[in-house]
């Protein structure tokens, strides 16, 4: 509800009032205190506001609460909680689904022996994206004939991020709004959900125990769980990371008896408040037992306790080392005894010789047993980019490592580790001589205006030949329109492109370039390929943050076929849903569908709360 311009011109008169117990507290006085200072800007890690007014009020109270906003919400009175959600949001409710969403027979039986599968972040442990002809079970020629077979909407939310996992026809998948579904892969239908504590972006993993299975799988505000996938109900739940910034961006493994969670923060973004003592978290791998989630060790990549190291000009002090989270999945290598993590930036000074690294880690006691930093000195927080107040001496450039290392194997039969960095950089590295290098390739470069992501965001995709590496580099500009609130909109011709390289040495074999956004395209399209490439035998998938879904031929990078996803959707649950800029995972295939999500309200893309089924 909208009050009076002439109370709420005074944020103090308001909270006078609220204080005295005269008038109920004033949600746009509420917004402009606490929310506008960064909603209303165009910071690529902030949603704007446009976006947080589709979301439901219930949906928003429950961000405050115990989600993305829970930190900011610290120090307000729920009163003001509910006025400010009340104000932003819709009426909608937080899940009401049609008895039409859930599936007649409800029961989730899931194969420890399946006849397809891409359970987790990747089809395999290797972290390769890349799935057999028999496990997709779909064709070249089957690809140009994909057709929509339904479209799945998670409710009030404005992100679909959360890569599904499917185990032959069954589907588990996390939402942004911190619900878990258990689906059906043929129909979609809903047989159980469960509520979490904060939104879900890493992919959840199912794992054999005993008679039954369970479900593994971590939150943006930090906690972790164990599901019974059969039925939903929760076995335990724990809090990997007390700083108050963790996010558990990165899909888990497990591996005998045990599973591996990595944690990265949003500590780098808090810093955008010149009050606030930057940085203290450090980014981990931390390993528990699945059957109740007790800590077996926890290895920071960050080896020593952050301590003061002074103050900003205005006086606020500041903590360090700091920073090298880890926001993607661990990497298995079984025959050494070892899995690779990769690591991001630091968010204060000093500079550490593990971040923008690739780390070998002993997996049965957590020991670093090699790392190879490629970019050292790399200090970086949301600061830098703004008006430097809390930025450190290093001042970035901010090219964290987002995605995994893949371990395949040379035509020579000698093991390599492939990795992609935000810098515009392509690493083959050697596993048996600590990392050592063996070629390295830029596929992007950094240009004027552009953000820090230019490179690898989020996955490449190998299939034993050649490396598929996309590049995200998004262009930004200042609106032309003096009455926009925000300061950079997104260029809708500057970013994306997909370069195809030998793994032998290197050498590029095709690049496709980016098809930038039409003129009619909605604000936020960019042609940015940000978003975790998949490859099948003979294809290779990318999703755009112009919301298109393509994928190109593998011998020589022509598009075989093009989705657009933004547009509204019918979906099976009745949700009211669209699609939109596609950022994060990547197209899931198997078992003759293709799976992908779509709207992703980060980085000034285009909202979207969608999740699309695809067959021949
Ligand atoms: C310090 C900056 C900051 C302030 C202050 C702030 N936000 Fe946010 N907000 C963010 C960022 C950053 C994100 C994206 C978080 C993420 O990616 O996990 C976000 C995301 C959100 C979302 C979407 C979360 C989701 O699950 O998709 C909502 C809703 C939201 N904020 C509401 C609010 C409200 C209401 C306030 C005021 C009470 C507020 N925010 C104040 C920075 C801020």
């Not at 591996?260 to 930057?278: F, G, I, K, Q």
Request: one cysteine or more; glycine letters at 10%.
């Amino acid at each position: 509800m909208r009050t009076s311009s002439f109370v709420l011109a005074s944020i103090g008169l308001t909270l006078l009032f609220a204080s005295v117990g005269t008038a109920a507290p004033s949600g746009e006085a509420v917004y402009k205190q606490r929310c506008a200072g960064c909603h209303d800007q165009t910071n690529p890690r902030i949603p704007p506001r446009t976006s947080l007014t589709q979301m439901p009020a219930a949906r928003i109270m429950k961000t405050l609460d115990f989600g993305a906003m829970m930190t900011v919400a610290y120090p307000m009175a729920r009163e003001d909680r509910e006025a400010v959600a009340a104000y932003l949001g819709t009426k909608a409710p937080l899940i009401s689904l049609p008895a039409s969403a859930y599936c007649s027979d409800r029961s989730v039986k899931v194969s420890n022996t399946p006849k397809f599968s891409w359970n987790g972040w990747s089809s395999g442990a290797n972290n390769a994206r890349y799935q057999t002809a028999s496990a997709a079970g779909l064709s070249i020629d089957q690809v140009k004939n994909l057709k929509l077979k339904w479209a799945f909407g998670f409710d009030g939310d404005i992100t679909s991020f959360s890569q599904p996992s499917v185990i032959d026809g069954q589907v588990f998948v996390g939402s942004a709004g911190g619900v878990i579904y258990a689906l059906r892969a043929d129909t979609g239908c809903i047989q159980w959900t469960y509520e979490t504590n904060g939104p879900v972006r890493s992919s959840v993993i199912s794992v054999p125990q005993g008679e039954k299975h369970t479900l593994l799988f971590g939150d943006q505000t930090g906690w972790f769980y164990g599901l019974e996938a059969e039925t939903g109900k929760q076995i335990w739940k724990r809090k990997i990371e007390e700083h108050d910034a963790a996010r558990l961006t990165a899909t888990p493994i497990a591996y005998k008896g045990v599973v591996y969670v990595p944690a990265a923060s949003w500590e780098e973004t808090r810093s955008l408040d010149p009050n606030y003592p930057c940085c203290t978290f450090r980014g981990s791998i931390m390993a528990l037992k699945i059957s109740d989630g007790t800590q077996v060790y926890k290895s920071y990549m960050v080896t020593e306790t952050p301590k003061q190291t002074g103050k900003t000009k205005r006086g606020t002090p500041t903590f360090g080392p700091s920073g090298a989270g880890v926001w993607a999945t661990p990497t298995l290598d079984e025959k050494r005894g070892l899995m690779y993590i990769t690591t991001g930036d630091n968010y204060s000074t000093p500079a550490t010789n593990m971040s923008d690294a690739v780390v070998a880690i002993q997996i049965s006691t957590g020991k670093v047993v090699w790392s190879k930093q490629t970019f050292p000195n790399d200090a970086y927080n949301s600061s830098c980019g703004t008006d430097k107040q809390n930025c450190p001496e290093e001042d970035g450039p901010d090219y964290d490592f987002g995605s995994s290392a893949i371990l395949t194997k040379l035509p020579n039969g000698r093991d390599v580790l492939l990795a992609g960095q935000k810098s515009g950089m392509v690493y083959a590295l050697d596993p048996d001589k600590k990392g050592e290098l063996l070629w390295q390739v830029r596929i992007a470069t950094q240009f004027p205006g552009a953000s820090p992501s230019v490179g690898v965001q989020w996955g490449m995709a190998t299939d034993g030949q050649k490396v598929y590496a996309a590049t995200s580099s998004p262009g930004r500009t200042p609106p032309k329109d003096p009455l926009d609130i925000r300061r950079n909109i997104l260029d809708p011709k500057q970013g994306g492109g997909l370069t195809a390289l030998r793994i032998s040495d290197g050498s590029k074999v095709w690049y496709a370039p980016p098809i930038v956004c039409k003129d009619d395209a909605p604000s936020g399209c960019s042609p940015a390929q940000s978003s975790a490439v998949t490859a099948i035998p003979g294809v290779v998938f990318s999703g755009s943050m112009d919301g298109h879904l393509r994928a190109y031929n593998a011998e020589d990078g022509k598009v075989l076929y093009d989705f657009n996803t933004v547009r509204s959707f019918t979906t099976v649950n009745g949700v009211k849903a669209s699609g939109g800029s596609m950022d994060g995972p990547g197209p899931v295939v198997v078992g003759g569908m293709v799976l992908v999500n779509s709207g992703y309200s980060r980085f000034g893309g285009i909202s979207g709360n969608v999740l699309l089924a695809f067959a021949p």
